[in-house]
Structures are given as C-alpha cells and as structure tokens.
C-alpha cells in the first residue's frame, strides 16, 4: 500500500487562504516567543560580559552571529504578518484584490530562503559558542580548583547556546512552514 506524497490537485483559494492565514500566526506568535527569549537571553550574557578579557574573543563573536540571526528571525516576524494580510485578501469577496498565485508563491520562497540563511548563521553561532566552551573546560586541569570566574565555564555561557537553539527552532519552524506551503501550492 503506497500513500502518494503529493495530492492530485492545488487547493483552492479559500481552502489555502485559511490554512495560509492560521500557519501565518502560528509562525508570527512561534518567532516572536522563541525570538523574544533567545533576545533576552542574548541581552542578558551581553550585560553580564566582561568583554576586556581577551579570553571572550570567540564567545563574542559567537554572540554577533547570534544578534545577526535574531535579525533574521525579526525579518520572519514582519514576513509571517505579511502571511496573514495575503490571506485576508485571498478570502476576500472581491476578485481584483487577490493576488496572483506568483506573488504568493514568491512570498513564501522569501520566507524560506531567510528562514534557510537566519538557520545557517545559528548554526554557526551555536558551533562558535560551543567550541569557546569546550576550549574553556579543556584548558582547565583536572582537578584543581578555580579562583578565577574567567577560566571555569560560567552558566552564562551555557545560557548563550540555549539562546541559539531557541534561535534554530524559530527559523527551522519558519522553514518547514514555508516549505509546507510551497509544496502544497505547487501540488
């Protein structure tokens, strides 16, 4: 028994209007939570910093990749709104108003390609921040006790990988809505 992937026609209009409409907010209110708390996280560890000590210069770095990537993730708030308002005008009575299924379908592939290159930049925030992370708990010798805060791994640090996953789960969520959509419009 084989389950075909794709269905045999596109949808119509107000089938996908409202499935276009309820993915967009779910999206907007996804970006902006996990969007929100990985930014306040990211807030948090910039405050908390000491960014003198030369000993951060990767952790720092990791932290600009992350700030860009909650750009992206910004980007995708503002996009997934833009989802909802092309849905309303999919639904409306008023034919002239709709947009042609090009537009639609180059909405979603921006969406996509942002959601895709916020994804990368996490990635290798995360993969920078963890590597920083690892080289602190490795310079450590076994054994000896810490008197200075700079050389053990701080929970800070651990808070700022937490942020970039938070991070990868919004634009992964952002990917798989567009991509979704895109597929099923392409039917």
Same mark, same amino acid.
């Given at each position: 028994?084989?389950?075909?992937?794709?269905?045999?026609?596109?949808?119509?209009?107000?089938?996908?209007?409202? !499935?276009?409409?309820?993915?967009?907010?779910?999206?907007?209110?996804?970006?902006? +939570?996990?969007?929100?708390?990985?930014?306040?996280?990211?807030?948090? &560890?910039?405050?908390?910093?000491?960014?003198?000590?030369?000993?951060?210069?990767?952790?720092?770095?990791?932290?600009?990749?992350? *700030?860009?990537? *909650?750009?992206?993730?910004?980007?995708?708030?503002?996009?997934?709104?833009?989802?909802?308002?092309?849905?309303?005008?999919? #639904?409306?009575?008023?034919?002239?108003?709709?947009?042609?299924?090009?537009? &639609?379908?180059?909405? +979603?592939?921006?969406?996509?390609?942002?959601? +895709?290159?916020?994804?990368?930049?996490?990635?290798?925030?995360? #993969?920078?921040? !963890?590597?920083? !992370?690892?080289?602190?708990?490795?310079?450590?010798? #076994?054994?000896?006790?810490?008197?200075?805060?700079?050389?053990?791994?701080?929970?800070?640090?651990?808070?700022?990988?937490?942020?970039? !996953?938070?991070?990868?789960?919004?634009?992964? +969520?952002?990917?798989?809505?567009?991509?979704?959509?895109?597929?099923?419009?392409?039917?």
């Amino acid at each position: 028994m084989s389950i075909p992937l794709k269905s045999a026609s596109p949808p119509s209009k107000q089938k996908f209007a409202g !499935v276009f409409r309820m993915l967009g907010r779910i999206s907007f209110w996804a970006h902006i +939570l996990l969007g929100g708390a990985a930014g306040i996280i990211i807030l948090l &560890v910039m405050l908390s910093r000491n960014f003198s000590n030369a000993n951060n210069s990767y952790i720092g770095f990791g932290i600009f990749l992350a *700030i860009c990537s *909650i750009l992206a993730v910004g980007f995708r708030i503002y996009w997934a709104y833009r989802y909802t308002r092309l849905a309303r005008l999919l #639904e409306s009575s008023d034919r002239s108003v709709h947009p042609q299924k090009a537009e &639609v379908i180059e909405v +979603l592939r921006i969406g996509l390609y942002v959601s +895709l290159a916020g994804l990368f930049i996490a990635f290798l925030a995360t #993969e920078q921040t !963890v590597i920083a !992370v690892l080289a602190k708990s490795l310079a450590r010798p #076994e054994g000896v006790t810490i008197y200075e805060a700079r050389i053990g791994v701080r929970p800070i640090d651990l808070f700022l990988i937490l942020a970039n !996953v938070n991070i990868m789960g919004a634009h992964f +969520l952002g990917s798989v809505n567009s991509l979704g959509l895109l597929d099923w419009l392409d039917s």
